[in-house]
Nanobody, 120 residues
Framework: QVQLVESGGGLVQPGGSLRLSCKAS????????MGWYRQAPGKQRELVAR???????NYVESVKGRFTISRDNARNTVYLQMNSLKPEDTAVYYC??????????????WGQGTLVTVSS
């Protein structure tokens, strides 16, 4: 089994910063990619940022220049540094990981979600 545990959400004022973390653990043989999605009330879940193994990150246009995704491959952990936060960034943020388990079977897992609220 592969599990994801997220942390780092909370309430922040506009213009502030938050850092999200997501650690994958369990029977992981290899990871293809790790990323962050978000879902605001009444909206569909959208990709925020994604970083494939051995590749460069990609971001949704609305967060470019403000958010930075990074990975610690040794710890199977992905981070999302969010700066210059705006009220429209308010959402539940979900970590996502894709890879192969010890039996070389493809897996995709989602974190439990962490709420980010940007408000004064």
């Amino acid at each position: 089994q592969v599990q994801l545990v997220e942390s780092g959400g909370g309430l922040v004022q506009p213009g502030g910063s938050l850092r999200l973390s997501c650690k994958a653990s369990g029977s992981i043989f290899s990871i293809y990619a790790m990323g962050w999605y978000r879902q605001a009330p009444g909206k569909q879940r959208e990709l925020v940022a994604r970083i494939p193994t051995g590749g460069g990150p990609n971001y949704v246009e609305s967060v470019k220049g403000r958010f930075t995704i990074s990975r610690d491959n040794a710890r199977n952990t992905v981070y999302l540094q969010m700066n210059s936060l705006k009220p429209e960034d308010t959402a539940v943020y979900y970590c996502n990981t894709q890879g192969l388990d010890y039996e070389r079977i493809y897996f995709e897992r989602w974190g439990q979600g962490t709420l980010v609220t940007v408000s004064s």
